[in-house]
């Protein structure tokens, strides 16, 4: 069984006008994880800046959130990267 890490970037969303949903994104490596959700993040509030400049902002090197105060579970957007180590199908690693 060959295992091997990976880092998952997964973004979560609830918005009153758009709906929700959950994102999930797979990276060799942690610092390209990182580069890509402060991307996202990055993008996804300059699209939004004036709808959510009151909003709450928290950030760490593993996570990235915007949320309204006060109304979490219907206003809010999070990035976050997990580290885990995945099993490859034996069968796929012989074709």
């Known amino acids: 069984m060959e295992l ?56 760490s090197d593993m996570s990235i959130e915007y949320y309204e105060e006060g109304y979490y579970m219907a206003n809010h957007i999070r990035w976050f990267i997990v580290e885990k180590e995945i099993e490859f199908d034996p069968e796929q690693l012989n074709d």
């Open 4 to 59: 091997t890490k990976v880092y998952v970037l997964t973004c979560e969303y609830e918005i009153d006008c758009s709906g929700g949903g959950v994102e999930v994104r797979v990276f060799d490596t942690l610092s390209y994880a990182q580069e890509q959700m402060i991307a996202d993040a990055s993008c996804w509030y300059d699209d939004n800046k004036f709808c959510v400049d009151e909003w709450e902002h928290e950030e």
